[in-house]
């Protein structure tokens, strides 16, 4: 009987143990909003985002500049003008096609300069948010702003602003 009790004691100590975890939470957008360089950094890049932008919607548009005047002229034209004007429309189209994935592929232009320009940013915000958990013990820190499943959470457990001051803003 004696161990029974002791064996259940024991239990109950390591459960407790695994509910003890700390968790904390921070707003990522908060955070970024706060964040000077993030914001100039944004404005830089929507600049170069409305530009690359443009540069592929002229050369959209002369493509389909291209198509049109091939429809119009199409009753006049041989079978080989036919095929030559086609083909030069399919190679612009593919030029648009190629500069559009240049510029706003997964690994294109503005992907490389949005990590340039925020990935030290968001690199300074990851390690603030790490020192603070290892100094305080918290077993996890959630992003508040990506995690959609949170309903309530306690304005306590928030560090976003230990993370700003960390940080020196």
């Given at each position: 009987?004696?161990?029974?009790?002791?064996?259940?004691?024991?239990?109950?100590?390591?459960?407790?143990?695994?509910?003890?975890?700390?968790?904390?939470?921070?707003?990522?957008?908060?955070?970024?909003?706060?964040?000077?360089?993030?914001?100039?950094?944004?404005?830089?890049?929507?600049?170069?985002?409305?530009?690359?932008?443009?540069?592929?919607?002229?050369?959209?548009?002369?493509?389909?500049?291209?198509?049109?005047?091939?429809?119009?002229?199409?009753?006049?034209?041989?079978?080989?003008?036919?095929?030559?004007?086609?083909?030069?429309?399919?190679?612009?189209?593919?030029?648009?096609?190629d500069?559009?994935?240049?510029?706003?592929?997964?690994?294109?232009?503005?992907?490389?300069?949005?990590?340039?320009?925020?990935?030290?940013?968001?690199?300074?915000?990851?390690?603030?948010?790490?020192?603070?958990?290892e100094r305080?013990?918290?077993?996890?820190?959630?992003?508040?702003?990506?995690?959609?499943?949170?309903?309530?959470?306690?304005?306590?457990?928030?560090?976003?602003?230990?993370?700003?001051?960390?940080?020196?803003?």
């Amino acid at each position: 009987m004696k161990k029974l009790i002791l064996s259940l004691l024991l239990v109950l100590m390591g459960t407790s143990g695994a509910f003890a975890q700390k968790y904390a939470l921070i707003d990522m957008d908060y955070i970024l909003k706060q964040i000077p360089q993030y914001e100039m950094a944004n404005q830089q890049l929507d600049q170069i985002s409305k530009r690359w932008q443009q540069e592929v919607e002229a050369l959209a548009s002369e493509a389909e500049t291209m198509y049109k005047q091939y429809q119009a002229d199409m009753v006049f034209l041989t079978a080989d003008q036919k095929t030559a004007r086609e083909e030069a429309i399919v190679k612009k189209e593919k030029e648009v096609q190629d500069l559009r994935l240049k510029y706003f592929g997964p690994e294109g232009e503005l992907y490389k300069k949005r990590n340039a320009l925020v990935g030290q940013i968001q690199d300074d915000i990851y390690n603030a948010v790490k020192e603070i958990s290892e100094r305080q013990n918290y077993a996890m820190v959630i992003d508040r702003a990506s995690a959609e499943s949170i309903i309530f959470a306690s304005p306590k457990i928030d560090i976003s602003k230990e993370v700003l001051k960390k940080l020196g803003y």
